[in-house]
């Protein structure tokens, strides 16, 4: 995007979900923001990390939507680092939706991670 400004913040509060042995936890909320001289435009909030502990590595991921505004997308959602982008128009109204991580160990042991709140916001400069 020509001209855009662009800005991340990712800092929450972790909880984790545990199970069998082992746990995994996400932030507890993920923010991306965005601004440019035009209606909307694309906003990516910055990866997010998932840390594991326990289990046997290696170790799978699936990202996946819970509830929310459901146009908003995962990118890399097998991974350990996770990001999230929707189309956001300026109208002070941001998308927002709640992902979640389920990791399955090598011997097939799966947990679930706790809440991740993703808010993308647009901002209009012209």
């Not at 990712?10 to 993920?30: E, K, L, Q, T």
């Not at 990390?49 to 289990?55: D, I, L, N, P, Q």
């Not at 002070?92 to 706790?114: C, E, I, M, W, Y």
Request: aromatic share 8%; charged share 10%; with cysteine.
């Amino acid at each position: 995007m020509t001209g855009a400004a662009a800005a991340f913040a990712g800092v929450g509060i972790s909880g984790s979900g545990s199970g069998s042995g082992f746990s995994v936890s996400v932030p507890s909320f993920s923010n991306g923001s965005n601004a440019g001289a035009a209606a909307s435009g694309t906003v990516t909030s910055g990866p997010i990390s998932v840390t594991v502990s326990g289990g046997t590595p290696p170790y799978s991921y699936s990202c996946t939507f819970r509830e929310g505004d459901p146009t908003i997308s995962v990118s890399n959602p097998t991974t350990n680092a996770p990001s999230f982008s929707a189309t956001v128009s300026n109208f002070n109204t941001p998308k927002q939706a709640t992902f979640g991580v389920r990791v399955t160990d090598s011997l097939g042991v799966h947990v679930d991670s706790n809440d991740c709140t993703v808010t993308l916001d647009w901002i209009d400069t012209r």
